[in-house]
């Protein structure tokens, strides 16, 4: 389930760029950039193929089977809810409240498999066909 939110978030994250601003001058990779510079880093790195390999467009949840970072291979590559001491408030929130939300959308609706027995056409719903138990176990 924890896998699903992920995937969704890396091909669908809820904001385009994160913002930060240098409060001295620092060096990255040999690169100067002075204090007072803004920065905008980009959430479409969630689609960089070099960073995600060749299935980057793919919907495969399993990516993040054993692996916070999905695959990815740079540690700040995959940023749904930002980083650092400004990082997203709400995240474990939100985690929380998308199990629950997933978890009560099956139960309101109803599954079944049609069949045909002495030759006519019948629904057999979920209860008939793996017993009330079974039917009503929860998904998590
Ligand atoms: C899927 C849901 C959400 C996503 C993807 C999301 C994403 C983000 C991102 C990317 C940031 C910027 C972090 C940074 O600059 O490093 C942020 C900041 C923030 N988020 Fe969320 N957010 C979500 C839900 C929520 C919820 C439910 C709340 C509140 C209950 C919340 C409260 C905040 C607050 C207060 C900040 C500002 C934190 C700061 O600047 O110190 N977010 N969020």
Redesign the pocket.
């Known amino acids: 389930m924890g896998w699903v939110m992920d995937e969704t978030?890396r091909l669908y994250?809820?904001?385009p760029n994160?913002?930060r601003q240098a409060r001295e001058d620092i060096r990255v990779d040999g690169a100067l950039i002075s204090k007072g510079t803004k920065m905008w880093i980009d959430v479409a790195m969630h689609h960089d193929q070099a960073l995600w390999g060749n299935i980057v467009n793919e919907f495969r949840p399993e990516r993040f089977k054993d692996d916070l970072y999905g695959g990815c291979k740079h540690k700040m590559g995959y940023?749904?809810?930002?980083?650092?001491g400004?990082?997203?408030?709400?995240?474990s929130?939100?985690t929380m409240e998308y199990k629950i939300v997933l978890t009560l959308i099956p139960t309101r609706y109803s599954s079944g498999v049609r069949t045909k027995i002495n030759g006519h056409l019948r629904n057999i719903n979920n209860e008939e066909a793996l017993g009330p138990e079974k039917a009503s176990s929860p998904i998590m």
């Open positions: 978030l994250p809820s904001i994160l913002q940023l749904p809810f930002g980083f650092g400004r990082i997203c408030v709400g995240k929130l939100t």
